[in-house]
């Protein structure tokens, strides 16, 4: 009995310790962050390629199914490759002032888009 009321203050103790390694608050807002830019990057990818003349000419003989499938690929890629090429002090400021995630958002993606279409084989 008396073994297990030293042990009792150990176990207690030890379940307050931690290394401070895990903060699951910032790791939820990083993950809800880049979430967003995702979107966004998504988004500004899809028109950015319906915009462009060879993907036009290279989708006209292509059905409707078959289009979006391409477009998913391909605007897939950019926001995964999207989310590889940005900083989080980019994703901070880019939540805080509008015309700085317009600038990331276009910049990531015209550096991404081109890298992808070229994978991407029709």
């Given at each position: 009995?008396r ?12 379940a ?11 790791t ?10 995702q ?5 500004t990818?899809?028109t ?8 036009k ?6 059905t ?9 690929q ?14 989080m002090v ?6 805080i ?7 990331l ?18």
């Amino acid at each position: 009995m008396r073994k297990l009321i030293f042990l009792l203050p150990a176990v207690l103790l030890s379940a307050c310790a931690t290394d401070g390694s895990m903060n699951p608050t910032a790791t939820t807002a990083n993950n809800i962050g880049m979430a967003v830019f995702q979107t966004a990057v998504d988004q500004t990818c899809r028109t950015q390629l319906n915009n462009r003349t060879e993907y036009k000419v290279l989708t006209s003989v292509l059905t409707t199914e078959k289009k979006q499938d391409v477009e998913n690929q391909i605007c897939g890629c950019v926001s995964t490759e999207a989310s590889k090429n940005v900083t989080m002090v980019e994703l901070a400021q880019a939540a805080i002032d509008p015309q700085a995630r317009a600038t990331l958002i276009t910049r990531t993606v015209n550096n991404t888009l081109s890298t992808c279409v070229s994978r991407f084989k029709f």
